[in-house]
């Protein structure tokens, strides 16, 4: 079956324009995460849905990033008057949460470039 | 704060190898530990995980040993072929019981298998 999508692939933009970033969960994955890899970096945990709950938002670096989950699929993560320091790798993961399976599926990420 | 680190960021095997990658983690109410395989421009390939209730786990040419008593989670590639090269993570959840939550990734280590 598809896995998770992400678009756009990339986006380069300048310095204090707003960006969003789309991610398409795994068809059933009532749990959605975002995460940030900065070259040649480990991933950095940024947000988390798991179906109708607050979401955890420990992650995010600054209330520039926001996120939402519209009708328990799609997330946009969005980033308001971007900065140089935003440039990365944005990717976005889904699981399941029955219980039997605590596996991470992620997406090919979008690259981030800030001007 | 809590962190997954890894012992050697780059390793170099010869064809038919067997590679050993490494992970210290610090985190000891973390019940779910998960190895990703990320190739250039890729997002993150879920290879093998293991629960804390286990201490060693076979998939096909992967084995993770987990020991909990050191804290440390190792990761061995058998018979290493040239596709294997990529960038391996690995990554803890303390999940509280859940199946779901954030992961705590290490920094990588880059796995480069010569012909």
């Known amino acids: 079956g598809a896995g998770v999508s992400q678009s756009p692939s990339n986006k380069v933009t300048e310095k204090g324009k707003d960006v969003e970033l789309r991610c398409d969960p795994i068809?059933?994955?009532?749990?959605l995460y975002w995460y940030r890899q900065s070259l040649g970096q480990g991933l950095e945990f940024l947000i988390y849905?798991?179906?109708?709950?607050?979401?955890?938002k420990s992650g995010l670096p600054s209330d520039r990033f926001s996120a939402e989950r519209t009708g328990g699929s799609v997330s946009t993560l969005t980033i308001q008057r971007t900065q140089q320091e935003d440039s990365a790798v944005y990717l976005c993961?889904?699981?399941?949460?029955?219980?039997?399976?605590?596996?991470?599926?992620f997406g090919p990420g979008t690259r981030l470039t800030v001007l | 704060g809590e962190s997954v680190g890894l012992h050697l960021p780059t390793l170099s095997v010869q064809e038919g190898d067997n590679s050993i990658i490494n992970c210290a983690y610090s985190?000891?109410?973390?019940?779910?530990f998960i190895w990703y395989k990320q190739e250039s421009g890729k997002g993150p390939q879920f290879i093998i995980d293991?629960?804390?209730?286990?201490d060693k786990r076979q998939g096909q040419r992967v084995t993770v040993l987990l020991n909990k008593t050191v804290k440390h989670l190792s990761l061995q590639i058998a018979a290493t072929q040239p596709g294997d090269s990529a960038v391996y993570f690995c990554?803890?959840?303390?999940?509280?019981?859940?199946?779901?939550?954030?992961?705590?990734f290490g920094q990588g280590t880059i796995l480069t298998v010569h012909p």
């Open positions: 990554a803890e959840k303390d999940a509280g019981g859940t199946s779901y939550g954030k992961l705590t």
């Open positions: 993961a889904s699981s399941t949460v029955d219980g039997l399976s605590d596996t991470q599926y």
């Open positions: 849905f798991q179906g109708n709950s607050a979401p955890d």
């Open positions: 985190n000891s109410a973390s019940d779910y």
């Open positions: 068809s059933g994955h009532t749990a």
């Open positions: 293991i629960r804390s209730n286990m």
